[in-house]
């Protein structure tokens, strides 16, 4: 059973960074699409970056933020820079079998339990 777990999050100030983890265990990671989703209070999921015969990054973060992963380790990363007050959300890590970064949340097989990244000014 494939399993994920997301850290790096917390509370920055505009303009800073976090970075942030997704290991997987269960599983190697080149067996998947991977991606990170958000959701703001009231709003709903959406996907921001993903990674796999491509990669992909939301308008809203383009230039900002960069999905990678590390083969070594099992890991999918998404470095956050120039953060605003409009990037706070609750961030998930997402993996589908066989590839691909489709943007429907339901087409994704696993999820991590989530990681709270507030932005303050």
């Known amino acids: 059973q494939v399993q994920l777990v997301e850290s790096g999050g917390g509370l920055v100030l505009t303009g800073g960074s976090l970075r942030l983890s997704c290991q997987v265990s269960?599983?190697?990671?080149?067996?998947?699409?991977m991606g990170w989703f958000r959701q703001a209070p009231g709003k709903d999921r959406v996907l921001v970056a993903g990674?796999?015969?491509?990669?992909y990054h939301a308008d809203s973060v383009k230039g900002r933020f960069t999905v990678s992963r590390d083969i070594a380790k099992n890991t999918v990363y998404l470095q956050m820079n120039s953060l605003k007050s409009e990037d706070t959300a609750v961030y998930y890590c997402?993996?589908?079998?066989?590839?691909?970064?489709?943007?429907?949340?339901?087409?994704?097989?696993?999820w991590g339990q989530g990681t709270q990244v507030t932005v303050s000014s």
């Open positions: 990674s796999g015969g491509s990669t």
């Open positions: 997402a993996a589908r079998s066989g590839g691909g970064i489709p943007l429907a949340i339901f087409q994704w097989n696993y």
């Open positions: 269960g599983d190697t990671l080149t067996n998947y699409g």
